[in-house]
């Protein structure tokens, strides 16, 4: 297909996504909307064993914590803040967590758990914690799961978040 403009053939053709920096904003909270996929989105995770295994992995790497998740059959959406400032990296917190929960997965013929990478976002000025975790509790019925959000069993909050915007 013939490219339609020159800024098409500007576009770069990336395979994996752009991690950013995240960055404090003038007094603002920092908070990360992440989405970490399972390995060829095998549906292994929304059960009791694999959901207490994730969140052990998640309180024992501490470089950050999470906030509101909601983890689903193939993919797990939560909200983290760095715990300490300056921030470590969140690529290597997420490998590290990943790592954990892969060296204990009680299932070897499951292996591999994870996809290689991540998608991560900071929310910024005109977004609200609230309103996106409206979003993303959604999450279950919007894949047919259940049939309202708070009957899903494998959601929750490990840390409250404040959402300070000046």
Same mark, same amino acid.
């Given at each position: 297909?013939?490219?339609?403009?020159?800024?098409?053939?500007?576009? &770069?053709? =990336?395979?994996?996504?752009?991690?950013?920096?995240? =960055? &404090?904003?003038?007094? $603002?909270?920092?908070?990360?909307?992440?989405?970490?996929?399972?390995?060829?989105?095998?549906?292994?995770?929304?059960?009791?064993?694999?959901?207490?295994?994730?969140?052990?992995?998640?309180? $024992?790497?501490?470089?950050?914590?999470?906030? =509101?998740? @909601?983890?689903?059959?193939?993919?797990?959406?939560?909200?983290?803040?760095? /715990?300490? !400032?300056?921030?470590? /990296?969140?690529?290597? !917190?997420?490998?590290? !967590?990943?790592?954990?929960?892969?060296?204990?997965?009680?299932?070897?013929?499951?292996?591999?758990?994870?996809?290689?990478?991540?998608?991560?976002?900071?929310? $910024?000025?005109?977004? /609200?914690?609230?309103?996106?975790?409206?979003? @993303?509790? /959604?999450?279950?019925? $919007?894949?047919?799961?259940?049939?309202?959000?708070?009957?899903?069993?494998?959601?929750?909050?490990?840390?409250?978040?404040? !959402?300070?915007?000046?």
């Amino acid at each position: 297909m013939p490219k339609n403009s020159v800024m098409d053939s500007d576009l &770069p053709d =990336r395979k994996r996504p752009i991690h950013l920096p995240n =960055r &404090p904003l003038h007094n $603002r909270s920092t908070i990360l909307f992440v989405t970490v996929c399972t390995h060829q989105r095998k549906p292994i995770l929304a059960n009791d064993p694999a959901v207490a295994l994730i969140i052990d992995s998640w309180q $024992r790497a501490s470089h950050w914590l999470i906030g =509101r998740y @909601v983890i689903l059959p193939d993919h797990i959406h939560f909200f983290c803040s760095p /715990s300490e !400032w300056p921030s470590r /990296s969140l690529v290597n !917190w997420i490998k590290y !967590w990943k790592t954990l929960v892969s060296c204990e997965w009680p299932r070897p013929e499951e292996q591999p758990i994870w996809q290689l990478d991540s998608w991560d976002r900071q929310l $910024r000025s005109n977004e /609200s914690y609230g309103a996106k975790w409206e979003y @993303v509790k /959604s999450n279950p019925v $919007r894949h047919g799961l259940v049939e309202h959000a708070e009957d899903w069993p494998y959601q929750g909050e490990l840390n409250e978040f404040e !959402w300070y915007d000046p």
